[in-house]
């Protein structure tokens, strides 16, 4: 599956911005799809995942109540919905198709998008 991400940019502490990650390949519904982050100088980290119906979602602590991940079969796209966003989430924001489980682990990403800057400026 290729993943092409979008919707990253440069916006102020306390604002939204919604990423977007479009998918290619005929199981996309049935993909369970995350998105990861990398600050500079930092490991890439967990950030959310979904299950291909879009009935389950798991994210990582410090974006409960923030962010909400959602996805759109239809249109072979998940979202990343970022409200209240704060100077720690800049990043480099990528998308993954997983081929297992666990979400929280990038061994068991199968494919991964290009990755989408986000600067939060305080």
């Known amino acids: 599956v290729q993943l092409q991400a979008s919707g990253g940019g440069l916006v102020q502490a306390g604002d939204s911005l919604r990423l977007s990650c479009a998918a290619s390949?005929?199981?996309?519904?049935?993909?369970?799809m995350g998105w990861f982050r990398q600050a500079p100088g930092k490991e890439r980290e967990f950030v959310a995942a979904?299950?291909?119906?879009?009935?389950?979602?798991w994210k990582t602590d410090s974006v409960k109540g923030r962010f909400t991940i959602s996805r759109d079969n239809a249109k072979n796209t998940v979202y990343l919905q970022m409200n209240s966003l704060k100077p720690e989430d800049t990043a480099v924001y990528y998308c993954?198709?997983?081929?297992?489980?666990?979400?929280?682990?990038?061994?068991?990403?199968?494919?991964w998008g290009q990755g989408t800057q986000l600067t939060v400026s305080s």
């Open positions: 993954a198709a997983y081929r297992s489980g666990p979400y929280s682990y990038m061994t068991s990403v199968g494919s």
């Open positions: 390949g005929r199981t996309f519904s049935r993909d369970v």
């Open positions: 979904i299950s291909g119906s879009g009935g389950s979602t």
